[in-house]
């Protein structure tokens, strides 16, 4: 396994752990509740998939797949991301500030995986 699979395997665990920490956080604050919990996790999973379309994307333009097949899969993938955001916030009416705290698992990750980088890193004395 290269180093490129191993950090993609660290940032989705990341992913999922941030989501159960914050939707976890959401519970128990006054005013949150197994609702607001639900929320983050919706967006959660919206940030997960954008970051699945996008990795998706980045491997087929790596691969140098069929372009036009390729942009066909990644907007129609932002329409079901559109589609889902809406069902999300207008039909089920989970709370808008849960689904945008859900969505920051991304950002959650990647400071795991930029920290993790700083840390694993060893210090070269007299360099």
Same mark, same amino acid.
Do not use: D, E, K
């Given at each position: 396994m290269g180093d490129a699979d191993r950090l993609l395997r660290h940032f989705e665990r990341d992913i999922v752990l941030a989501a159960? =920490?914050?939707?976890? $956080?959401?519970?128990?604050?006054? !005013?949150? !509740? =197994?609702w607001m919990g639900l929320s983050v996790l919706a967006g959660a999973a919206l940030g997960w998939f954008s970051f699945a379309t996008t990795r998706s994307g980045v491997d087929a333009a790596v691969r140098r797949r069929a372009r036009a097949w390729t942009l066909v899969k990644i907007f129609t993938r932002y329409g079901?991301? =559109?589609?889902? =955001?809406? *069902?999300?916030?207008?039909? $089920?009416?989970?709370?808008?500030? !849960? *689904?945008?705290?859900g969505t920051t698992v991304l950002a959650v990750a990647a400071a795991a995986a930029a920290v993790r980088s700083l840390r694993s890193r060893d210090p070269r004395p007299g360099s």
């Open positions: 159960a =920490a914050l939707s976890g $956080f959401a519970v128990t604050l006054p !005013g949150g !509740g =197994a079901i991301l =559109a589609v889902a =955001a809406y *069902v999300i916030l207008a039909r $089920f009416r989970l709370s808008p500030a !849960g *689904v945008v705290v």
